[in-house]
Structure formats: C-alpha cells, structure tokens
C-alpha cells in the first residue's frame, strides 16, 4: 500500500515564478493537510482539505498561496510570483477520517517538497 | 513565541546509554504525539498520548503525559544507531473537530554514536 506520494521532491524557482506541489494522499484517504517547515522552524499547519473542499486555511498566508483537491487528481499547493521568505519544505499529510478526538486518526506525512527560491 | 518547547535541541550519545527529551509548554493539549523524522524524509508517528498522566512503551520508549497535560517527554532505554534521528513533539489544542491543527515544537535531534 503505497503512502503519501509528494512531487516533486525538490524545486527550485526564481524570484516571481509559480510552484506547483502535487500529493496523492494514501489509498482510502480523502482527508488531506499541508504544512510547511521553515529552516530552524518547526511545522506548522496551512491548510486542511477534503475532495473538492477547503475546509480550513487559516495558516494560508493571504497572498499568492492557494491549495485545492479536486475530485480526481492530487492535491495541489500552488505559491505564486515565490520570494525568497517560501525556501522551505512543505509537506502533506493524509488521513482516513478527521484525525481528533480521543481516538484521534493518525497523520500519514509524506516525504515532503523542498521548494529553494533563488 | 514557540507553544511547544523541546529541550535539548541536540543530544550526540553513546551506543548502550539512556536519554529522556522533553517537550513543555504553557498551553494544555488535548493530546500530544510524538513523531521520528529522518534527513530528507517525512515525520512517522510513534505515539499519541491523550490522557494527563498517560504512560505508553514502545519496545525501548517510554513516553509520559504530563499530569496537567501541558508536557511530555520520551525515554529511550539502551540507544542504538538506529534511533538516530530528529524527534519532534506536536499537540492538538482542540480535542473537536479541528485536532489535526497540531503545533509542532522544533524537534530534539538525537545522535547515537556507535
């Protein structure tokens, strides 16, 4: 059973480019969260998304971010005209019902997309 | 400011020795996990613990909630190289409908030498 499948893994852009991050989320997963970490930071959530739904993006920063999980495809981040400030790696993360609770659903990360602006 | 704080931001041990992390902070969570990142890789859960006071094991970890639920730490009894990696701490703050919020701390980067 594959896992959280990210591309791609690294991306390099110049100052006003568009990035584009793609994640499958695992099979039988419709939940799906990204999350980015900085350098010397730790993770920290955007946004949480089900199939053509955004459910909560209150850690999107206002401007140029976007997310979407359409009902076929993966879902994609996509970081407009990139500064410098987005050099981070940005991860996804998948889960089969709401992770919360007391039972609370594990979070399936994959393995990240390292996005560098120049 | 930083919710949750881990302590010792870097660990280099002996093969064989035992260690304890921490991770406080001022907030209460309504549960805490604990994950393992490798360079280059994505975190892996290793545990979620969700009542103050909790204990869990896994196999040479053991991972304490605290009573008020506000810290945690992991001990890891005779380390190996294997457990070398990046440990990071993260807790939900709502234990309805929005727990996969999680704030992570910045992680323990843990080097077991051989």
């Known amino acids: 059973n594959a896992g959280v499948m990210q591309n791609p893994r690294h991306l390099v852009r110049r100052r006003g480019q568009e990035a584009r991050l793609r994640c499958s989320p695992m099979?039988?997963?419709?939940?799906v969260y990204w999350y980015r970490q900085l350098p010397e930071e730790g993770l920290k959530f955007m946004v949480y998304l089900q199939k053509e739904n955004i459910i909560d993006e209150s850690g999107m920063p206002k401007e140029r971010f976007s997310a979407e999980f359409p009902k076929e495809g993966p879902s994609i981040l996509r970081i407009q005209q990139v500064v410098r400030g987005d050099s981070a790696a940005y991860f996804c993360?998948?889960?089969?019902?709401?992770?919360?609770?007391?039972?609370?659903?594990?979070?399936?990360f994959g393995e990240g997309s390292r996005l560098t602006v120049l | 400011t930083q919710l949750l704080e881990q302590s010792p931001q870097f660990l280099s041990i002996q093969e064989g020795e035992n260690l304890t992390v921490y991770c406080n902070s001022s907030?209460?969570?309504?549960?805490l996990q604990w994950y393992r990142q490798e360079p280059g890789e994505g975190p892996v859960l290793l545990v979620t613990v969700v009542t103050g006071g909790e204990v869990k094991k896994l196999k040479r970890l053991t991972f304490q909630f605290g009573d008020a639920r506000k810290d945690s730490s992991l001990h890891i009894t005779a380390a190996q190289p294997g457990d070398t990696g990046l440990y990071l701490c993260a807790g939900a703050m709502d234990s309805g409908g929005s727990n996969y919020k999680l704030t992570f701390g910045k992680g323990t980067l843990l080097t077991v030498n051989p």
């Open positions: 907030s209460v969570f309504s549960s």
């Open positions: 099979k039988g997963h419709s939940h």
């Open positions: 993360a998948s889960s089969p019902r709401l992770a919360g609770g007391p039972t609370t659903g594990e979070l399936f």
